[in-house]
Protein backbone atom coordinates (compact mmCIF):
# COMPACT_ATOMS: atom_id res chain seq x y z
CA UNK A 1 0.00 0.00 0.00
CA UNK A 2 1.65 3.43 -0.91
CA UNK A 3 1.97 5.34 1.93
CA UNK A 4 -0.65 8.44 3.59
CA UNK A 5 -0.19 11.59 1.61
CA UNK A 6 -0.90 14.87 2.86
CA UNK A 7 -2.33 18.64 1.88
CA UNK A 8 -1.52 21.17 3.25
CA UNK A 9 -3.89 23.92 3.84
CA UNK A 10 -2.57 27.82 4.41
CA UNK A 11 -4.60 29.29 7.57
CA UNK A 12 -7.37 30.76 5.54
CA UNK A 13 -8.87 32.26 8.81
CA UNK A 14 -4.88 34.11 9.04
CA UNK A 15 -6.15 36.21 5.53
CA UNK A 16 -8.54 38.61 6.86
CA UNK A 17 -4.96 39.87 8.72
CA UNK A 18 -2.70 38.74 5.27
CA UNK A 19 -0.14 41.64 5.85
CA UNK A 20 0.47 40.33 9.59
CA UNK A 21 0.74 36.51 8.44
CA UNK A 22 3.17 36.98 5.33
CA UNK A 23 5.61 40.31 7.05
CA UNK A 24 8.13 41.19 4.55
CA UNK A 25 7.44 37.61 2.38
CA UNK A 26 5.11 35.88 0.18
CA UNK A 27 1.86 33.75 0.26
CA UNK A 28 3.81 30.99 -1.58
CA UNK A 29 6.41 30.49 0.55
CA UNK A 30 4.05 28.40 2.53
CA UNK A 31 3.62 26.36 -0.63
CA UNK A 32 7.34 26.28 -1.28
CA UNK A 33 8.33 25.09 2.61
CA UNK A 34 5.02 22.61 2.41
CA UNK A 35 6.92 20.57 -0.53
CA UNK A 36 9.91 21.03 0.70
CA UNK A 37 8.81 19.06 4.34
CA UNK A 38 6.99 16.71 2.19
CA UNK A 39 3.39 17.59 1.65
CA UNK A 40 2.34 16.69 -1.79
CA UNK A 41 -0.48 18.83 -2.32
CA UNK A 42 -1.43 22.40 -1.55
CA UNK A 43 -5.22 23.33 -1.21
CA UNK A 44 -6.86 26.54 -1.16
CA UNK A 45 -10.95 27.54 -1.15
CA UNK A 46 -13.34 29.41 -3.02
CA UNK A 47 -15.68 32.22 -1.09
CA UNK A 48 -15.67 35.10 -3.93
CA UNK A 49 -18.00 37.24 -1.00
CA UNK A 50 -19.28 35.28 1.82
CA UNK A 51 -21.86 37.10 4.43
CA UNK A 52 -20.53 38.85 7.14
CA UNK A 53 -22.68 36.85 9.96
CA UNK A 54 -21.00 33.66 8.07
CA UNK A 55 -17.62 34.96 8.92
CA UNK A 56 -18.49 36.15 12.34
CA UNK A 57 -19.22 32.72 12.91
CA UNK A 58 -16.29 31.22 12.15
CA UNK A 59 -16.53 31.16 8.63
CA UNK A 60 -13.29 32.60 6.45
CA UNK A 61 -11.91 34.92 3.24
CA UNK A 62 -10.20 33.69 0.48
CA UNK A 63 -8.18 34.20 -2.18
CA UNK A 64 -9.49 33.59 -5.62
CA UNK A 65 -8.53 30.04 -6.54
CA UNK A 66 -6.92 30.55 -9.22
CA UNK A 67 -4.62 33.47 -9.15
CA UNK A 68 -3.49 31.79 -5.91
CA UNK A 69 -3.09 28.26 -7.59
CA UNK A 70 -0.94 30.44 -10.18
CA UNK A 71 1.47 31.63 -7.57
CA UNK A 72 1.71 28.48 -5.98
CA UNK A 73 2.68 27.27 -9.01
CA UNK A 74 5.58 29.03 -10.10
CA UNK A 75 7.15 28.77 -6.67
CA UNK A 76 6.88 24.53 -6.88
CA UNK A 77 7.75 22.04 -9.03
CA UNK A 78 5.77 18.56 -7.76
CA UNK A 79 3.36 19.55 -5.43
CA UNK A 80 -0.19 18.99 -6.32
CA UNK A 81 -2.58 22.49 -6.81
CA UNK A 82 -6.03 21.62 -5.35
CA UNK A 83 -9.29 23.15 -4.77
CA UNK A 84 -11.20 22.51 -1.92
CA UNK A 85 -13.65 23.52 -3.13
CA UNK A 86 -14.57 25.28 -6.09
CA UNK A 87 -18.43 25.95 -6.09
CA UNK A 88 -20.33 24.75 -9.78
CA UNK A 89 -23.11 27.28 -9.81
CA UNK A 90 -21.00 30.13 -8.64
CA UNK A 91 -19.67 30.29 -12.43
CA UNK A 92 -20.48 29.65 -15.46
CA UNK A 93 -19.35 25.86 -16.50
CA UNK A 94 -16.80 26.91 -19.42
CA UNK A 95 -15.15 29.47 -17.56
CA UNK A 96 -14.58 27.26 -14.88
CA UNK A 97 -12.92 24.90 -17.14
CA UNK A 98 -10.58 27.02 -19.10
CA UNK A 99 -9.23 28.45 -16.10
CA UNK A 100 -8.73 25.00 -14.81
CA UNK A 101 -7.51 23.89 -18.20
CA UNK A 102 -4.88 26.98 -18.10
CA UNK A 103 -3.42 26.22 -15.13
CA UNK A 104 -3.22 22.62 -15.61
CA UNK A 105 -1.37 23.09 -19.10
CA UNK A 106 0.60 25.97 -17.79
CA UNK A 107 1.78 24.00 -14.70
CA UNK A 108 2.55 20.88 -16.03
CA UNK A 109 -0.49 18.73 -14.84
CA UNK A 110 -0.72 19.31 -11.58
CA UNK A 111 -4.16 20.28 -10.79
CA UNK A 112 -6.67 18.19 -8.75
CA UNK A 113 -10.16 20.25 -9.20
CA UNK A 114 -12.13 20.05 -5.88
CA UNK A 115 -15.58 20.97 -6.89
CA UNK A 116 -19.08 20.80 -4.57
CA UNK A 117 -22.61 21.67 -4.76
CA UNK A 118 -22.29 24.49 -2.00
CA UNK A 119 -24.37 25.74 0.78
CA UNK A 120 -24.37 29.19 1.30
CA UNK A 121 -27.68 30.64 -0.47
CA UNK A 122 -26.66 34.07 0.62
CA UNK A 123 -23.19 33.99 -1.53
CA UNK A 124 -25.08 32.82 -4.57
CA UNK A 125 -27.65 35.15 -4.61
CA UNK A 126 -24.76 37.84 -4.09
CA UNK A 127 -23.10 36.43 -7.61
CA UNK A 128 -26.30 37.05 -9.24
CA UNK A 129 -26.93 32.88 -9.42
CA UNK A 130 -29.52 32.67 -6.71
CA UNK A 131 -31.88 31.14 -9.24
CA UNK A 132 -29.33 28.12 -9.22
CA UNK A 133 -29.40 27.41 -5.96
CA UNK A 134 -32.34 24.61 -5.47
CA UNK A 135 -30.91 22.91 -8.32
CA UNK A 136 -26.70 23.32 -7.29
CA UNK A 137 -26.71 20.03 -6.90
CA UNK A 138 -27.96 19.05 -10.76
CA UNK A 139 -26.04 22.36 -11.98
CA UNK A 140 -22.76 20.83 -10.27
CA UNK A 141 -23.12 17.69 -12.43
CA UNK A 142 -23.95 19.30 -15.31
CA UNK A 143 -20.72 21.14 -15.18
CA UNK A 144 -18.56 18.65 -14.69
CA UNK A 145 -20.27 17.17 -17.92
CA UNK A 146 -19.89 20.24 -20.15
CA UNK A 147 -15.85 21.09 -18.75
CA UNK A 148 -15.16 17.24 -20.05
CA UNK A 149 -16.22 18.25 -22.89
CA UNK A 150 -14.69 21.27 -23.39
CA UNK A 151 -11.61 19.82 -22.33
CA UNK A 152 -11.41 17.35 -25.32
CA UNK A 153 -10.63 20.27 -27.38
CA UNK A 154 -12.82 19.75 -30.16
CA UNK A 155 -15.92 21.69 -31.34
CA UNK A 156 -18.64 21.22 -29.23
CA UNK A 157 -21.95 19.81 -29.80
CA UNK A 158 -24.05 20.34 -26.39
CA UNK A 159 -27.70 21.41 -27.05
CA UNK A 160 -29.74 22.29 -24.25
CA UNK A 161 -29.28 22.41 -20.66
CA UNK A 162 -27.45 25.06 -18.70
CA UNK A 163 -24.47 25.28 -20.80
CA UNK A 164 -25.76 24.60 -24.43
CA UNK A 165 -22.48 25.47 -27.22
CA UNK A 166 -22.80 24.16 -30.84
CA UNK A 167 -19.72 24.90 -32.76
CA UNK A 168 -17.32 26.44 -30.28
CA UNK A 169 -14.17 24.93 -29.35
CA UNK A 170 -11.54 25.45 -26.44
CA UNK A 171 -8.06 24.94 -26.66
CA UNK A 172 -5.18 24.33 -25.33
CA UNK A 173 -6.48 21.08 -23.29
CA UNK A 174 -5.33 20.46 -19.99
CA UNK A 175 -2.17 18.81 -19.67
CA UNK A 176 -3.38 15.45 -17.53
CA UNK A 177 -5.97 13.67 -19.06
CA UNK A 178 -8.01 12.91 -17.53
CA UNK A 179 -7.77 16.09 -15.33
CA UNK A 180 -9.08 15.04 -11.90
CA UNK A 181 -12.03 16.28 -10.22
CA UNK A 182 -13.06 15.18 -6.75
CA UNK A 183 -15.76 15.85 -5.02
CA UNK A 184 -16.49 17.50 -1.84
CA UNK A 185 -19.09 16.90 1.08
CA UNK A 186 -20.46 14.79 3.64
CA UNK A 187 -23.64 13.67 2.47
CA UNK A 188 -24.69 10.33 0.97
CA UNK A 189 -25.76 12.70 -2.35
CA UNK A 190 -22.08 13.85 -2.52
CA UNK A 191 -20.34 10.25 -2.05
CA UNK A 192 -22.75 9.17 -4.56
CA UNK A 193 -21.70 11.86 -6.81
CA UNK A 194 -18.28 10.99 -6.48
CA UNK A 195 -19.18 7.11 -6.63
CA UNK A 196 -20.51 8.33 -10.86
CA UNK A 197 -18.81 11.63 -11.69
CA UNK A 198 -15.38 11.97 -9.87
CA UNK A 199 -12.12 10.51 -9.60
CA UNK A 200 -12.25 11.22 -5.88
CA UNK A 201 -14.23 11.88 -2.70
CA UNK A 202 -13.26 14.69 -0.09
CA UNK A 203 -15.28 14.35 3.14
CA UNK A 204 -14.04 15.36 6.46
CA UNK A 205 -14.73 15.35 10.40
CA UNK A 206 -17.68 17.57 11.68
CA UNK A 207 -19.15 17.59 14.98
CA UNK A 208 -22.95 16.40 14.64
CA UNK A 209 -24.63 19.67 15.66
CA UNK A 210 -22.47 21.46 13.27
CA UNK A 211 -23.57 18.93 10.38
CA UNK A 212 -27.06 19.17 11.43
CA UNK A 213 -27.42 22.98 11.36
CA UNK A 214 -25.72 22.51 7.16
CA UNK A 215 -28.51 19.64 6.27
CA UNK A 216 -24.92 17.17 5.65
CA UNK A 217 -23.39 13.94 7.58
CA UNK A 218 -21.12 14.40 10.40
CA UNK A 219 -19.13 11.29 9.67
CA UNK A 220 -18.06 11.97 13.10
CA UNK A 221 -16.03 8.75 13.85
CA UNK A 222 -13.57 7.24 11.27
CA UNK A 223 -15.68 4.08 11.96
CA UNK A 224 -18.31 5.71 10.31
CA UNK A 225 -15.97 7.05 7.57
CA UNK A 226 -14.99 3.50 6.81
CA UNK A 227 -18.41 2.48 6.41
CA UNK A 228 -18.81 5.30 3.68
CA UNK A 229 -16.08 4.96 2.00
CA UNK A 230 -16.78 0.94 1.56
CA UNK A 231 -20.04 1.63 0.18
CA UNK A 232 -18.60 3.87 -2.19
CA UNK A 233 -15.86 2.05 -3.26
CA UNK A 234 -18.45 -1.17 -3.73
CA UNK A 235 -20.39 0.90 -6.01
CA UNK A 236 -17.33 1.90 -7.86
CA UNK A 237 -16.86 -1.88 -8.57
CA UNK A 238 -20.20 -2.53 -9.58
CA UNK A 239 -20.00 0.30 -11.82
CA UNK A 240 -17.05 -1.00 -13.52
CA UNK A 241 -15.18 1.87 -12.26
CA UNK A 242 -11.40 2.27 -10.93
CA UNK A 243 -11.28 2.82 -6.65
CA UNK A 244 -11.71 6.41 -5.91
CA UNK A 245 -9.18 8.35 -4.34
CA UNK A 246 -10.12 9.55 -0.83
CA UNK A 247 -8.45 12.43 1.09
CA UNK A 248 -10.16 13.65 4.87
CA UNK A 249 -9.36 16.03 7.08
CA UNK A 250 -7.48 14.79 10.21
CA UNK A 251 -10.17 13.34 13.60
CA UNK A 252 -7.35 14.16 16.11
CA UNK A 253 -7.23 17.87 17.95
CA UNK A 254 -4.77 19.78 16.54
CA UNK A 255 -5.87 23.02 17.85
CA UNK A 256 -5.39 22.47 21.46
CA UNK A 257 -2.17 21.37 21.10
CA UNK A 258 -0.52 21.26 17.84
CA UNK A 259 2.27 18.37 18.82
CA UNK A 260 -0.38 16.44 20.45
CA UNK A 261 -2.01 16.33 17.70
CA UNK A 262 0.76 15.26 15.39
CA UNK A 263 1.39 12.14 17.57
CA UNK A 264 -2.10 11.19 17.78
CA UNK A 265 -2.07 10.58 13.85
CA UNK A 266 0.86 9.13 13.77
CA UNK A 267 -1.14 6.67 16.26
CA UNK A 268 -3.66 6.30 14.22
CA UNK A 269 -2.41 6.45 10.69
CA UNK A 270 -3.32 2.67 10.01
CA UNK A 271 -6.53 3.39 10.87
CA UNK A 272 -6.77 5.59 8.51
CA UNK A 273 -5.29 3.57 6.23
CA UNK A 274 -7.98 0.76 7.15
CA UNK A 275 -10.60 2.63 6.40
CA UNK A 276 -9.28 3.56 2.60
CA UNK A 277 -8.02 7.22 2.99
CA UNK A 278 -5.13 7.69 0.72
CA UNK A 279 -4.75 11.50 1.53
CA UNK A 280 -4.95 13.51 4.81
CA UNK A 281 -5.69 17.68 4.60
CA UNK A 282 -4.06 19.65 7.26
CA UNK A 283 -4.90 23.28 8.13
CA UNK A 284 -2.08 24.39 10.76
CA UNK A 285 -3.74 26.68 13.05
CA UNK A 286 -0.99 29.44 12.18
CA UNK A 287 -0.87 33.02 12.39
CA UNK A 288 2.12 33.97 11.02
CA UNK A 289 4.39 32.63 8.13
CA UNK A 290 6.95 31.75 10.68
CA UNK A 291 4.23 29.76 12.61
CA UNK A 292 3.73 28.04 9.42
CA UNK A 293 6.92 26.69 9.28
CA UNK A 294 7.35 25.71 12.28
CA UNK A 295 3.85 24.16 12.15
CA UNK A 296 4.90 22.59 9.19
CA UNK A 297 8.33 21.52 10.17
CA UNK A 298 6.89 19.44 13.26
CA UNK A 299 4.28 17.55 11.21
CA UNK A 300 7.21 16.56 9.13
CA UNK A 301 9.22 15.27 11.58
CA UNK A 302 6.73 13.73 13.32
CA UNK A 303 3.85 12.23 10.90
CA UNK A 304 5.58 12.16 7.62
CA UNK A 305 8.59 11.31 8.38
CA UNK A 306 7.95 8.45 10.75
Known amino acids: MRAMRYILIPPHRSLAK ?3 FVGTEHFEDAASHGEAAGFEAFMVFDHPLPTDP ?5 GHHSFDPFVALSFVAKAT ?3 RLMTGVLIGGYRNAYI ?3 ALASLDRLSGGRVTAGMAAGYLKQEFDVLGVGDRFAERGAILDESIDAMRDMWRGESLDREGGNFPAVGHTSL ?3 AQDPL ?3 IGGNAKRAARRAVELGDGWMPGWMPPAIASAFGTDSLHTLELMAERVTWAQGRRTELGKSPLTIASSPYEDFRTDWEAGCRALKGNLAAYEDAGIGWIMIDPP ?3 LDDLRSHVDQFADIVINR
Open 96 to 98: TGK
Open 172 to 174: PTP
Open 77 to 79: TTM
Open 54 to 58: WLHGG
Open 180 to 182: PIW
Open 18 to 20: FDR
Open 286 to 288: SRT
